[in-house]
Structures are given as structure tokens and as C-alpha cells.
């Protein structure tokens, strides 16, 4: 919203647009909000964090039940030599499934619009596919794909698919109804009409499907990753931890889930900086009139 | 056939001839949705060529749904309507009709330029061969220099300049305004309505205007047709002798005031 106010004036909104510029002294309680927005968060965690460290210090609790954010960051550190090449493996599954996703949810969305029938026939299975839990069908993936990697990326683009297709099919027909009727008017083809039209109207809606997809397509390749367990020749981030699991590694367990949650919110905001470049020139809804 | 023929301002020696040429007639026209409802019955109603025809009337008489009618956007379903040769929606002469919805219904991810080339990208004019155009009807509503802008840096009039501007890209022989500056306020609204009177006397097209507001249609029209609901068809229709240009004074004037008064009465008479 700050950014909303805060915006400058485009030079050439000359005489009419004038009021849009009132928003610009409002500037210094925003930023003062962002780093709050910032450090509040952060010594939170540091608080959570000491005193975690101080509660295994103090119990002298050992490092094989439960260590402290020290050790985990030393085998962190210590462990990248295995760690790292696992995290490429991991993130090499999540977006290849996140990719296979995108085209499939897109074009399947495409595919839902120019037909209805196709919509009513495909859709129910989409959903059931959604709604039951990767965990169990990951399993039965494993025993009918021989190949491990393929069925790790099935399970994962699995989960990612839907949102990306769900959002995508609402998008595409959320297109103003008007402009529907001026395409028609001027004899736009359908092929005009979703290229110059639903797909960018769809636009938004995707972004959000592929935010929320890109989380989920990591998730989806963990869960499979353990799934296929050790048998597998996965030697993914699941798999480090499982190893580590059984050998009592506990810092090492840390470390990857720590791994793991940055890589997701790596991904996350990855995808915010994304859709934010790609709308942040038309897709706000403020309505200024004149006058 | 229209129930009543009044001929108002008869000392108006500058007016507008009665129109020469038909452009298009509705022959009991009749509209019946999918879900029973009668928007239409028996709608007759004759459009002449370079002429300003408001279509007045209280909400859901089925004004909208004859201009969409006539712009081709739904199907009649009875009577017909009768376009005068090489005129209307044959699909090599589409771009004889411009149209302007009540809301601006720009693209919000397109610029101020993209918007107003549309309908020429979808006839795939290239982009250079459009330039000269794209800046004339800019210009023409008074929006040079804003080509870069987005839609939602504009404000509302801005915008619905901008839509008027797409319509008249086209050059179109006839404009079907659907109720274009009923969300306006008043001061933008009558800003509009002298520049768009202003386009329409240079560049001579049919302008057809959906309006629910007796005192625009007097002010911008040479004839207004009043139309009552259920079934939505036309009742009667007014001559507004007044010659043009038209401007603030026409406004306070006692032609304008009798005519008012005579639409309204119309008015009254249809709902009733």
C-alpha cells in the first residue's frame, strides 16, 4: 500500500492527474513501518534462538536428543560437502515438476476454456488428484515407475499442478465481460481473443497459482524423497535426513530441515519479486477520478 | 411505429434537416433471454444517417439491450434489423460501428496507445502504419502526450476519453453509447458532452446514446426516442429542434426547458 502512495507522479500525467501527487509526503511512516516490519521479526528469533541455546547449555541436554542452534549451524558448515550437492538434487526435481506443471496447468486451462465439455469431463479429476495426500499415492508411484527420478518428479508435479491450473481457468475467465463483447465486436479470432486478451487478464491469477505451486513442488519432492527412502538412489534432502536419522545425526537433521525451510522461502520470494516486476505497472485497483 | 411525433423549438431555423438517409431500422424487434425474460417487443425504430438519437428511459426497459442488438452483439429474437446497403455489421465492414460501454473497459495492462490500437491490431494493422491514427483520435479527444500512460493513473473521464478515442479509431460510420458518462461527475459529464458534440458536428457520424437522464438527452440529441419497460419498446419520440452548436447558455435556455418538460412528461406517461 505504501508503495501505492508513495509512487511518483509519471511526468507526463500533467494537469489533470495533479492530486495523485498529494500522496508523497507520506513517506517516512511507511519506512519506519518496514524496518519494524524487519527487526521485530528478527529478535524474536534471536530471543527463540538464545534461549534455546541456553536451555541446552544449562540441562546440558546431548547434542544426539536435542542440540542447540550453534552445533546445528556448525554442521551446517561442517556437512555442506554433503548437504550441498543434495539441496541441487532436491531443487533440480522441484523445478523441472514446477516447470512440467506450469506448461501442463496452463495449457490445460487453455484447453478448459475453448471447451466446455472438456472442463466438465477433465475437472473432477484434477481435483481428485489434489485432494489425496501426496503421501499416499507417492508409494504406488514408486512401485509402478522403475525409474526413481521420474517418480519423484510425477509425485511432485502432482501437488504443484492444481493450484497452477485451478488459478489459471479462473483467470482466463474472469476477462471483463465488455471486453469480451468489443473482440467480438471488431471480429477478433479466438486465437486473438486469448492472446491479446484472457491470457493476460489470467496473468495475476497464474502469478498467485505459481506462488503458491512453487512452495508446494518442494514439498511434493521431500515427501516423495522419503517415500522412496533409503532404497531409492535418491541422496536428495530427504534423503540426507533419513541417513542422518539413522545414524543419530541429529545437528545434521537440522541442518537440512534448516536447508529446506530457506530454500522454500527462498523460492517463495522468488516468485513475490516476480509478480510484483510483471504487474506492479497496471494490476492495482485504486480508481482516481477527476475532480 | 413510434405512438407520438412532437416537433419541439420551432424557432430554430439552424437545425439540422430531418435526416436524409436511412442508416438503420429496428422492425419489431424482439428479445427474449434464455431465462424468459421479454427485454424487447415490438421495437420499432428508424436511425438516420449523420443523425444524434438518444434512446431514454427508465433502468431495465431493454435500451442497452437494443443498442447491443444493433452492434451485433446477441441475436434478435424477432423482427429484424435492417441495415442500408454497405453499412453495419457485414464482417468486412465491422469497423463501420464504434461502440462505448457505460464503463471504460480499457485493458489494465495495456498503455493509453495500446488501448486505442486495439481494434486496429485485431484488423492486424501493424503498429507503424497505426501511429498516424492512434494520435489523431488522441488528439481528437484531447489526449496528446498521455500514449504511455496506464489506465489506472487516469481518472474517470480521462479514461472514458480514452474509450471514445478506441471507438473512433475505426472511423466509424455510427457510435452506439451505452449510458457512457452515467458513473461521471457532473462537471467531467458535461465537459464530455460539449466535446463530444463538438466530434460529432466535425466528423458527421450516427451517434446512438443510452442514457437515463432526460436533461443529457435534450441537450446532446436531434431526437430522442423514449422507451418503456416490460416489455422494453419505444413509446415515443421527441424532436429536439435546438441548432448547434450548442453550448452552456442552451442549457438556462426556455427551449431547452420546454423540451425537458415534454420528455419528462413522455416519461411519466411510459411508466405509468
Known sequence: MSRTLSKPLPERAAPEAAPLAEGRPALSAPRAERIARVLAPLAIGLLALALWEAVVRVNHIPHYILPGPLLVLKSLIADWGTLWPSLLITLQITFMALAVATIGGVGLAILFTTSRWIELSFFPFAVILQVTPIIAIAPLILIYVDNTYIALLICAWIVAFFPILANTTLGLNSADHNLIDLFQLYGASRWQTLLHLRLPAAMPYFLGGLKIAGGLSLIGAIVAEFAAGTAGTGSGLAYRILEAGYRLNIPRMFAAVLLISLTGVLIFMAFTLLAHLILRRWHESAVRRER | ?272
Open chain 2, 1 to 272: 411505429m413510434a405512438e407520438s411525433s412532437i416537433v419541439v423549438g420551432e424557432d430554430a431555423g439552424r437545425a439540422p434537416a430531418r435526416p436524409r438517409r436511412e442508416l438503420v431500422r429496428l422492425e419489431r424487434v424482439g428479445k427474449t433471454f434464455a431465462n424468459g425474460v421479454v427485454a424487447l417487443r415490438g421495437l420499432d425504430l428508424a436511425i438516420g444517417e449523420h443523425e444524434f438519437l438518444s434512446l431514454l428511459g427508465p433502468s431495465g426497459c431493454g435500451k442497452s439491450t437494443a443498442l447491443r442488438l444493433i452492434a451485433g452483439l446477441g441475436q434478435v429474437s424477432a423482427g429484424r434489423i435492417v441495415w442500408a446497403p454497405g453499412a453495419g455489421r457485414h464482417r468486412e465492414a465491422r469497423r463501420d460501428i464504434g461502440f462505448v460501454f457505460q464503463e471504460p473497459t480499457l485493458m489494465p495492462w495495456a498503455t493509453v496507445w495500446g488501448n486505442v490500437y486495439l481494434p486496429l491490431r485485431l484488423e492486424r494493422v501493424a503498429r507503424r502504419e497505426a501511429r498516424p491514427k492512434v494520435e489523431a483520435a488522441l488528439a481528437m479527444v484531447g489526449l496528446t502526450g498521455f500514449e504511455g500512460a496506464y489506465p489506472r493513473e487516469l481518472s474517470g473521464g480521462m479514461k472514458m476519453r480514452v474509450s471514445i478515442a478506441r471507438a473512433l479509431i475505426t472511423e466509424p460510420r455510427i457510435l452506439l453509447m451505452d449510458e457512457p458518462f452515467a458513473a461521471l461527475d457532473e462537471i467531467t459529464r458535461f465537459r464530455l458532452n460539449d466535446d463530444l458534440l463538438r466530434l460529432w458536428q466535425a466528423e458527421s457520424w450516427t451517434v446512438v446514446f443510452v442514457t437515463h437522464s432526460v436533461y443529457e438527452s435534450v441537450y446532446l440529441s436531434n431526437r430522442i426516442a423514449v422507451m418503456a419497460p416490460r416489455p422494453g419498446r419505444v413509446v415515443g419520440e421527441i424532436e429536439v429542434g435546438a441548432p448547434y452548436p450548442r453550448s452552456e447558455a442552451f442549457r438556462t435556455s426556455q427551449p431547452y426547458n420546454d423540451t425537458c418538460r415534454r420528455v419528462s412528461a413522455k416519461l411519466h406517461e411510459a411508466m405509468a
